[in-house]
């Protein structure tokens, strides 16, 4: 069902926002069928990176970007933003079948229930968003990410408007369904990262620059008790400047 | 319940305040009459308010419908295309620069003393609040919203983006621009049957004015306020029911 792993590749990213270079000539690398997670304090311009990687280009905001069979991205990616961005006037269902009517299909409700079902929500399919709590709204979000069936995935800081308990667990959801496709996860949580990334990035300085950091052992996700996610948090922290 | 009540007070507390204005100062039944002279005048004549006031609400019904209709089009072809923009947004702002009041002679001496006349004053007096506010809807839709759309479309489908997402968005918008067009669709139509006309409530009004049947005149006026505040209630109560939903912007993250 999950599409064939694609690696993309962006090249000599540039951002000027408001007179200021956030960042000039940064590659950007995600393994195919991998979980990459970036991580970094907040203005650094992870955002504008992702909606770069997203084809949503603004003023300012320049780079190369390309799959790894060498063709554009446009209409191979599915992004989940901070917000659940559910439209208020439409049931669960619906919202998670925009995709296929703003193209004029056919929506395919079988495979939207499926996924529904997968996400927790069968029983939610015909609530309005409104009256879900801000966990089961993020659930129907991820399914609709899911429903568009793109072999990369996009995600901006998804999580992180969640109370702790519901965030830990809609991290274990994302692992287990997203597995398979490219994914680049954005956030300022570094535990996020480092219990999600077969990958993470650490995004840093002004202008901004990646630094990798080595791989953590085990399958996402990973226990946040675990050594040596704990080992690698300190790092992280210190890398950040923020111990 | 408590708010029903609440509006009889304050009908009863004006009633009262009436009263006592017309005995304290012995005000002659041609310039003001009490409300109980009122009242048997709407009792006496009330199959004559009716007729007419079935006329006005005619006036104002037609005027609505064909004002939303032409308000939504114009905000809808202000919104798509930027030659629309350029060439009917001025006369959008000069529709509400020339009062009404000013070229209802004009409308009357054109449509005639008929229907056509009131139904365009009510349709011309909407149109602004309609087509503004719908338009300003349109034009602010949340950004994560076209974002979302804008990933989802392999190219862009500008249609359909405006039909499943700017539309449906700015409904609540819409909805507050009827609110103001049902308050004051009414006067247009009144305003066109001062001008000239030959039935309605604004009609009998200026007729019973001329002929000193003030009390009729009061009666009259109410059956208007009437007319004015069900219309009003019905366009809100049906606004309620089909866009349960609250305007909800989610909020636009900028570069972080």
Not at chain 1, 219 to 224: A, G, H, L, N, Q
């Given at each position: 069902m999950t599409p064939a792993p694609l690696a993309v590749s962006l090249r000599a990213a540039r951002l000027v926002y408001g007179g200021l270079i956030l960042f000039d000539g940064l590659d950007l690398a995600l393994a195919g069928g991998c979980f990459t997670c970036l991580l970094g304090p907040s203005g650094i311009g992870k955002t504008s990176l992702l909606r770069l990687l997203a084809g949503l280009t603004a003023i300012g905001i320049s780079g190369e970007l390309r799959g790894d069979d060498g063709l554009p991205l446009t209409g191979r990616v599915a992004y989940m933003a901070q917000q659940d961005l559910l439209l208020p006037w439409l049931n669960v269902l619906d919202n998670v079948t925009l995709g296929s009517r703003l193209r004029g299909e056919h929506p395919d409700r079988e495979r939207a229930l499926h996924l529904l079902a997968q996400v927790g929500l069968a029983d939610c399919a015909l609530a309005r968003p409104d009256t879900l709590s801000g966990g089961m709204r993020q659930r129907a979000a991820l399914a609709r990410t899911l429903m568009e069936d793109r072999p990369v995935v996009l995600m901006d800081e998804p999580f992180s408007g969640l109370d702790a308990l519901t965030r830990l667990r809609l991290q274990a959801l994302a692992a287990e369904l997203l597995a398979g496709r490219t994914v680049l996860l954005v956030t300022h949580d570094p535990l996020e990262a480092l219990r999600l990334g077969d990958h993470v990035l650490v995004m840093n300085g002004r202008p901004a620059t990646l630094s990798t950091l080595p791989d953590l052992p085990g399958?996402?996700?990973?226990?946040?008790?675990d050594p040596a996610v704990q080992a690698a948090y300190r790092a992280i922290l210190r890398l950040l400047g923020a111990v | 319940m408590r708010g029903l009540g609440r509006v009889l007070l304050t009908l009863a507390g004006l009633l009262l305040v009436w009263q006592i204005v017309v005995t304290l100062g012995e005000l002659p039944p041609y310039i003001l009459p009490d409300p109980l002279a009122v009242a048997a005048s709407l009792w006496r004549n009330a199959g004559m308010l009716l007729g007419h006031a079935g006329v006005t609400a005619l006036e104002i019904l037609m005027g609505m419908v064909l004002g939303t209709l032409l308000g939504c089009s114009s905000a809808l072809a202000l919104s798509y295309s930027r030659r629309a923009r350029r060439w009917l947004l001025p006369v959008l702002i000069a529709s509400q620069a020339i009062p009404v009041f000013a070229i209802a002679p004009l409308l009357v001496l054109w449509l005639g003393y008929g229907l056509g006349s009131k139904i365009a004053m009510a349709l011309l007096i909407i149109y602004f609040p309609v087509t503004a506010n719908f338009y300003d809807g349109l034009r602010h839709t949340p950004r994560g919203w076209l974002d979302l759309a804008r990933v989802m479309l392999p190219e862009p489908r500008r249609w359909a983006v405006l039909r499943h997402i700017a539309i449906p968005a700015a409904l609540p918008a819409l909805g507050s621009g009827l609110r103001v067009a049902a308050a004051i669709a009414p006067i247009g139509a009144v305003l066109g049957e001062w001008v000239g006309s030959s039935a309605g409530l604004g009609y009998l009004m200026l007729h019973a004015n001329s002929r000193m049947q003030v009390d009729l005149m009061f009666a009259a006026l109410l059956v208007l306020a009437a007319l004015a505040v069900g219309l009003y209630f019905i366009v809100d109560a049906s606004l309620k029911r089909w866009l349960p939903w609250h305007p909800a912007t989610p909020e636009t993250s900028e570069t972080d």
């Open positions: 399958v996402p996700p990973r226990d946040p008790g | -």
